[in-house]
T-cell receptor
Framework: GAGVSQSPSNKVTEKGKDVELRCDPI?????LYWYRQSLGQGLEFLIY????????KSGLPSDRFSAERTGGSVSTLTIQRTQQEDSAVYLC?????????????FGPGTRLTVL | RKEVEQDPGPFNVPEGATVAFNCTYS??????FFWYRQDCRKEPKLLMS???SGNEDGRFTAQLNRASQYISLLIRDSKLSDSATYLC???????????FGKGTTLSVSS
């Protein structure tokens, strides 16, 4: 069956530009997560959506980062005025949504390079 | 203390070896525990959940020690295909996202 999909798979941008990354979760999954992973590093939690609840934005590193989830399905992560330190793989995951304790299924990620 | 800590390795073992990874977590209220596997330049994938009584899946055995707040993963009869990074994962506060350790790298050689 269809898993989590993300687009684009690769994005190269210039410093100062805005970028939008898209995530399509598994159908029926109410929870959606964004992480980023820098080269050789662990996963860094960014933001978590659960159903209609207010998202947990506690992991967003600065106000240049924002995310929204429309209609409880597709999510978009936006990075404004990108900086070189934003270069990383941005991973999206979804889960059925059992209070944050259930299995997360990851998309293939978007590799962002800021020149 | 970091929320989830793992020995980063790398663990370099020959085929057929038995290798064990440990992980400690700081939140005593955690209820869900997992091991994920991440291949180079790929996304993490669930390897197995970890249950209080311990559980086994083929060559893989996971154990949980709540009193000491650590989780272990034992791999028996290592295969070349087991080479990957193994991520220890614990749930955070109720209703929040899972917390991932930085991972332990395993390299199995022939």
């Amino acid at each position: 069956g269809a898993g989590v999909s993300q687009s684009p798979s690769n994005k190269v941008t210039e410093k100062g530009k805005d970028v939008e990354l898209r995530c399509d979760p598994i159908s029926g999954h109410t929870a959606l997560y964004w992480y980023r992973q820098s080269l050789g590093q662990g996963l860094e939690f960014l933001i978590y959506f659960q159903g209609n609840s207010a998202p947990d934005k506690s992991g967003l590193p600065s106000d240049r980062f924002s995310a929204e989830r429309t209609g409880g399905s597709v999510s978009t992560l936006t990075i404004q005025r990108t900086q070189q330190e934003d270069s990383a793989v941005y991973l999206c995951a979804s889960s059925i949504g059992l209070a944050g304790g259930d299995t997360q299924y990851f998309g293939p990620g978007t590799r962002l390079t800021v020149l | 203390r970091k929320e989830v800590e793992q020995d980063p390795g790398p663990f370099n073992v020959p085929e057929g070896a038995t290798v064990a990874f440990n992980c400690t977590y700081s939140n005593s209220a955690s209820q869900s525990f997992f091991w994920y596997r991440q291949d180079c330049r790929k996304e993490p994938k669930l390897l197995m959940s970890v249950y209080s009584s311990g559980n086994e899946d083929g060559r893989f055995t996971a154990q949980l020690n709540r009193a000491s707040q650590y989780i272990s993963l034992l791999i028996r009869d290592s295969k070349l295909s087991d080479s990957a990074t193994y991520l220890c994962v614990v749930n955070g506060q109720a209703g929040t996202a899972l917390i991932f350790g930085k991972g332990t790298t395993l390299s199995v050689s022939s």
